[in-house]
Structure formats: structure tokens, C-alpha cells
């Protein structure tokens, strides 16, 4: 693209490139001055060094706070002047599908001052203890001093709206939009840990946001409920305030970014998602929790010509490589190859699908550092709709971020069907042949502890080696609705096991087990009824759901080995 066709977004996007590059290379001439002034002070030559030092700091503080006031103003400018242009524009222009939603973006402003209380709810309540509980013990005091949101909404880019395809021709019970969000506002956070008082600031946070409209029912509001999840992890940035202070903390920014992209995942990136029923009857744990797409088998095979990141007199050229893989807010990782630069892992994985249309692999080469943050040699992104369309896909992709670097993928797509006919045996060893989805409902009538309002229970189900916990049910109302899925290798000879547990003793207050096999032969392979649970009170029960699935692959078009390049992005 020539300069004159760059559009504005990508100029000022270079511009702010250049200008952290700047400071940089700022920071370092303060420095160099600095340190100069230092050794005249060590000479003995005067003691008016260390004023000298406090003013060069000072005068790079008061740059630095300068420098992101202009980066901030070219922003703000920018988004000013584009929607100035959207207003101006007569009302015969016609827009393409990628639809501008300035409308949406003056209803957030209006809103956006409201929206504090449930963002302060979401910090304290999930951000914070996940910091304390993930960050070293030196540092798990840290808590949310302050929380202001500031005046800047986030904005969306473009909406694109389709209505979901119907396999059998009929009428669809839903619609989708798509909204690409971003959101570089003037928030301001404070984290206390101890006496150090630190700063979070510049929080840049962007991905793309899907909203379902689902049900669509025949009554005087027709949308029954309303779910909004991120397709895949969005892209989080910010800086720390207070240097000095930041300094004592090594790796502690990309632990919190860590932490927080993690907690975000854990509840608005699939298979995650928030859910707002609207219409009587309209259950929200079905809209909440259902049924996946498919499974998508992710193999991680080899790499050649990988980029060496370890020099040293043991060590030359060469790299310690490991791959993460992100598939929404699911990770994998495979095992570290110590010196190599042509690793074979051999390794493949399984991941939910929920929304094939628009959800990407995102797959990061890391090189491990025993002394230092691992080192990234590499990454690519590529869209699963692609693969579901083939069947499978045997490829090999060129990583993006560096110069050199191939890494090898095997795709298989399976779907999810209720036919005992489609139970196979496994393709491979240590792969699935089908799903099972547990769905505790509620608990009633289990052994007093403690006041029924003081309560706190969750319910642990296994699967083969898989264990998953519910989230804990509070007060007297011991109801979950929440549906956990489970891959499984031998429908046959595998069973689901439930255990009750209060949260604060960790005392089980009931149990119960059921053969996978006992699905089989039900209607559309699906249970749902009251057991009585075992280890506990004479009327004890659990109420609760069951589906098996078999997984099932497509038929394969296209080759089945082809050097892609159409996959990248």
C-alpha cells in the first residue's frame, strides 16, 4: 500500500510507534548524561552532581508525561475528526455490510458513567483475588486502592451482522453481529501492596465482541435473550506508573497482564460468556452453556529453522523451544525441547468449538530463559473456519514476527453427532471419540452444617484424569445450572463421578456415579433426573443433566497435504 492510500488510524498508529521508540532513545541519552555526572561525583570533582541528577530526572519525567499528553491528544483528534466526517455525510450514502455504529458509540458515552459499579464489582470480586492469589507471597497483599473509569467510553469500529445458517432450511432462531471493540481511554488505577503505592495507566484493550440475539420469539418483545462474548482472547496493554516503585518489582507488569487476561477469558472469551434473558420462559443456563460445534484436534508436529535466541560458550545458536496454543480462552502447551532448533513435539490437543465462524488458533513459539521472561520467537494466527470446511488440513505455516521459522500442523475437525453408529474407535492413541456434557442442576435436602444461609457448595465431577469444580452456590438456594463438558476416550468403560462439597471445609456432603454407557441407548443420547446421593442424608438428591455426543469426522475435501499460505493472516 502507498503512503498516500495508508489510511489515517495506520498513520497514527506508525506515528505512536515512532514515538515510543523515541522516548526510548531519550531515556537512554538522560541516562548517559547521568551516569557521566556520576563518575564526576565519584572523581571527587563537586558534590552539585546529585542536583544535577535530581533535575535531569525530574526534566525526563515531566518529557515523558508531556510526550503521552500529545500521544493522547492524537487520539482524541483522530476520533474527532471521523466522526465529524460520518455526521457530514449526506443521508443517500450507502454503507457496505462493515457498518459504522457512531449510533452505538454515543449511546456508550451516555451510559459509560453508570457502567463504573459494575466494572469496580468485576476488579474486586474476580481481578483482585486472582492477583492475590497468582502473584509471589511477597506480593499478595496487592489490592485495588482506586478505580476510575475516567470519561473515555470504549468505542466500536464497524459492525457486521449476518443471521445464522440453518442445516435444514428452516427458519433461524437467532441473529449475530459482530462489533470490533477499542478501548484507549483516560482510566486510571491504583495498586497498593505494602507501602508501595502503584499506578496503572494508557489501558489499550481491543478485540472482536460477538452479540446473539437468541431466542427470537413471537411476543411483543422478540429478542429472548441477549449473549455477548469476545471470539478469541482481545489484546490488553497498559504502563505502570511510579518507576522507582515499578523497578523494585521485576516481571511484575507482565504478571498482572498475564493475570488479568486470564480472568477476562475465564467469563466473557469462549466457551465463556455473559447471558441476559429477556423473555419469560427463556432459560439461561441453555444459552449460557451450549452444546459445542465441534472438536478441533490440534496437532503440533515439528519446526524447522527456528530463530536461536541462546548464545554462550555451552550454548551456541540454539534455542530452547516450547509452543503455547489458544483457542478462545482454552491454552495448551507443549513439552520443552532443550537445544533445538528443529524441535518435534508430537504432541496434539483438543479444543472446544463454539463458533467456528470467526474464532482463530493462536499458536507462540517461546524460547525458556532460566534467568530471565521467556523469550518469543514467533507466532501465527489462523481461522478454524477454513478447516472445518476441509475436514482436516496437514500444513505447514510460516511464523509471523520473525525472518525465519516454519512450524508443522495437523487440523482434524470432528463434529458432534447423536448416532451410536458414529462411535469409533480412537484415530490415534490418547485422542477422544466423544463428549459429555454434565449439567448439575441443584441440591436439595443436604446435611446442616452450619445456617442455610452461611453455606457455600460447589459440586468436583471426573471424568477419566479430567476434574472440573462448578462455581460455589451461596446461601439457601443450592442451584448451579451449570453445564461442564468432557472429552472421552471409552464411552464403554468410563464413568462420570460427582462429589457435593462445602466450599469452606471442604467437606463432602454427598456423592453419586454414573456409567457413561447407560447414555447410549436413550433418546438423543440425553438424561435428566433426581439421584440420590450416597455419604449423605436419607433425602438427599441431586438433580441433574447428562448428553453424550460422538465425535465424528467430515468427509475430507481438498488435499490433504498442501504447503499453506492461504491460512495466514
Known amino acids: 500500500m502507498s503512503e498516500e492510500a495508508e489510511p489515517s488510524y495506520m498513520r497514527i498508529y506508525h506515528n505512536l510507534k515512532n514515538c515510543g521508540i523515541s522516548e526510548a532513545m531519550e531515556f537512554l541519552r538522560y541516562f548517559g548524561v547521568t551516569f557521566s555526572l556520576w563518575l564526576v561525583g565519584y572523581m571527587h570533582f563537586s558534590m552539585a552532581w546529585i542536583v544535577l541528577i535530581i533535575m535531569i530526572f525530574l526534566m525526563w519525567q515531566f518529557e515523558l508525561e508531556k510526550k503521552k499528553k500529545h500521544r493522547k491528544h492524537l487520539i482524541q483528534c483522530h476520533q474527532s475528526s471521523y466522526v465529524n466526517r460520518i455526521e457530514g455525510l449526506p443521508s443517500w450514502v450507502y454503507f457496505s455490510e462493515d457498518e459504522q455504529v457512531e449510533w452505538l458509540n454515543k449511546m456508550l458515552v451516555q451510559m459509560w458513567p453508570y457502567i463504573g459499579g459494575m466494572v469496580y464489582k468485576i476488579l474486586k470480586e474476580n481481578v483482585e483475588p486472582e492477583l492475590q492469589k497468582n502473584l509471589p507471597k511477597s506480593l499478595s497483599s496487592l489490592y485495588f486502592e482506586t478505580i476510575d473509569l475516567g470519561n473515555t467510553p470504549p468505542q466500536f469500529k464497524h459492525v457486521v451482522a449476518y443471521g445464522k445458517k440453518s442445516k435444514d432450511k428452516k427458519r433461524s432462531d437467532d441473529f449475530i453481529f459482530d462489533l470490533a471493540l477499542f478501548y484507549r481511554g483516560d482510566a486510571n488505577l491504583k495498586l497498593s501492596v505494602k507501602s508501595v503505592k502503584l499506578g496503572i495507566s494508557n489501558i489499550e484493550l481491543q478485540g472482536p465482541l460477538r452479540v446473539i440475539f437468541k431466542p427470537l420469539v413471537s411476543e411483543y418483545n422478540p429478542v429472548g435473550g441477549v449473549t455477548v462474548f469476545f471470539l478469541n482472547r482481545p489484546q490488553l496493554k497498559f504502563d505502570l506508573n511510579n518507576l522507582l516503585n515499578v523497578l523494585d518489582f521485576p516481571g511484575l507488569k507482565s504478571t498482572l497482564r498475564r493475570i488479568i487476561n486470564d480472568v477476562i477469558a475465564s ?303
Open 267 to 569: 467469563f466473557v472469551v469462549l466457551p465463556n460468556r455473559v447471558v441476559v434473558p429477556l423473555a419469560e420462559g427463556v432459560d439461561a443456563s441453555d444459552l449460557q452453556y451450549p452444546i459445542p460445534e465441534g472438536v478441533l484436534q490440534i496437532g503440533v508436529l515439528e519446526a524447522k529453522d527456528l530463530t536461536p535466541c541462546d548464545f554462550g560458550l555451552v550454548k551456541k545458536g540454539k534455542s530452547d523451544p516450547y509452543t503455547i496454543v489458544q483457542v478462545g480462552a482454552q491454552q495448551f502447551r507443549t513439552k520443552l525441547i532443550k537445544n533445538d532448533l528443529n524441535p518435534e513435539w508430537n504432541e496434539t490437543f483438543e479444543a472446544f468449538i463454539d463458533n467456528q465462524e470467526g474464532q482463530e488458533i493462536f499458536l507462540q513459539v517461546y524460547d525458556e530463559d532460566t534467568s530471565s521472561k521467556d523469550t518469543k520467537i514467533g507466532f501465527i494466527e489462523t481461522d478454524i473456519g477454513s478447516v472445518v470446511q476441509e475436514g482436516m488440513r496437514n500444513v505447514w505455516l510460516q511464523l509471523q514476527g520473525v525472518e525465519q521459522g516454519r512450524i508443522h500442523l495437523q487440523l482434524n475437525w470432528l463434529e458432534l453427532t447423536s448416532s451410536l453408529q458414529d462411535l469409533m474407535p480412537p484415530a490415534q492413541p490418547g485422542t477422544s471419540v466423544a463428549v459429555v456434557i454434565v449439567k448439575p442442576i441443584s441440591a436439595s435436602a443436604l446435611p446442616v452444617t452450619k445456617k442455610p444461609s452461611l453455606q457455600s457448595i460447589f459440586c468436583e465431577i471426573t471424568v477419566g484424569e479430567s476434574i472440573q469444580n462448578t462455581f460455589i452456590a451461596y446461601g439457601e438456594k443450592t442451584e448451579w445450572k451449570q453445564a461442564l463438558r468432557f472429552l472421552v476416550s471409552d464411552p464403554e468403560g468410563q464413568e462420570v463421578k460427582i462429589k457435593v462439597i462445602e466450599a469452606k471445609g471442604n467437606k463432602v456432603m454427598g456423592k453419586m456415579a454414573i456409567d457413561i454407557r447407560s447414555l447410549l441407548n436413550k433418546p438423543d443420547m440425553t438424561i435428566q433426573q433426581t439421584y440420590p446421593l450416597e455419604t449423605s442424608g436419607e433425602k438427599s438428591v441431586l438433580k441433574c443433566r447428562f448428553i453424550l455426543r460422538m465425535l465424528k469426522a467430515p468427509a475430507v475435501n481438498g488435499a490433504m497435504n498442501v504447503e499453506e499460505k492461504t491460512l495466514l493472516r
